[in-house]
T-cell receptor, first 115, second 117 residues
Framework: AQSVAQPEDQVNVAEGNPLTVKCTYS??????LFWYVQYPNRGLQFLLK??????LVKGSYGFEAEFNKSQTSFHLKKPSALVSDSALYFC?????????????FGTGTQLKVEL | GAVVSQHPSWVICKSGTSVKIECRSL??????MFWYRQFPKKSLMLMAT?????????EQGVEKDKFLINHASLTLSTLTVTSAHPEDSSFYIC?????????????FGPGTRLTVL
């Protein structure tokens, strides 16, 4: 079975500094990876996905993620953090065994951007 | 982007009663919808896959008789928590992928906060 791990419960960063939210994955075949963001009392919003192609994926709101097959990682990054980026971030992998769009989520990382 | 709504956004009920939560795709059709439960420590747990015109597929450990799912149309799926108990209190979120492909992004509803007294 596939899984994703987000090793950090919380990441704190100063506004204007680069941020990284870590994600590692475990799948038996080709990984299909996603990042979502959740603001308080809201549903999840799609940020970006990796299916195939370039290892650096660009997404919404200036976020990007780097797929690294050898390290089985898909870390989320942003060159310059904003206070408004403070939210809960989820990494997810598509279920390959069942087909379709079923996702397995990581436990989430709370990002806090401070002035 | 696509919009998925949920109703109600929050509900408080007495133990033993049933609660229905609706999930609607407002500007696209969804033959499949997913129901998640989000625990206080943040993780999302997939409960079931709702299939239009057929029975829902439940994840291991999820009681199908307790969490009834009905995918009545291409834009509506409902989750009914039957005989709710305090341990069912949680944040329930639905999602729907737009399009027929296997790699389409999912659009999530805003969630429903259920509190069982």
């Amino acid at each position: 079975a596939q899984s994703v791990a987000q090793p950090e419960d919380q990441v704190n960063v100063a506004e204007g500094n680069p941020l990284t939210v870590k994600c590692t994955y475990s799948v038996s075949g080709n990984p299909y990876l996603f990042w979502y963001v959740q603001y308080p009392n809201r549903g999840l919003q799609f940020l970006l996905k990796y299916i195939t192609g370039d290892n650096l994926v660009k997404g919404s709101y200036g976020f990007e993620a780097e797929f690294n097959k050898s390290q089985t990682s898909f870390h989320l990054k942003k060159p310059s953090a904003l206070v408004s980026d403070s939210a809960l971030y989820f990494c997810a992998v598509r279920d390959q065994a069942g087909g379709g769009n079923k996702l397995t989520f990581g436990t989430g990382t709370q990002l806090k951007v401070e002035l | 982007g696509a919009v998925v709504s949920q109703h109600p956004s929050w509900v408080i009920c007495k133990s033993g009663t049933s609660v229905k939560i609706e999930c609607r795709s407002l500007d696209f059709q969804a033959t499949t919808m997913f129901w998640y439960r989000q625990f206080p420590k943040k993780s999302l747990m997939l409960m079931a896959t709702s299939n239009e015109g057929s029975k829902a597929t439940y994840e291991q450990g999820v009681e199908k008789d307790k969490f009834l799912i009905n995918h009545a149309s291409l834009t509506l799926s409902t989750l009914t928590v039957t005989s709710a108990h305090p341990e069912d209190s949680s944040f329930y979120i639905c999602s729907a992928p737009r399009g027929a492909g296997n790699y389409n992004e999912q659009f999530f509803g805003p969630g429903t906060r259920l509190t069982v007294l």
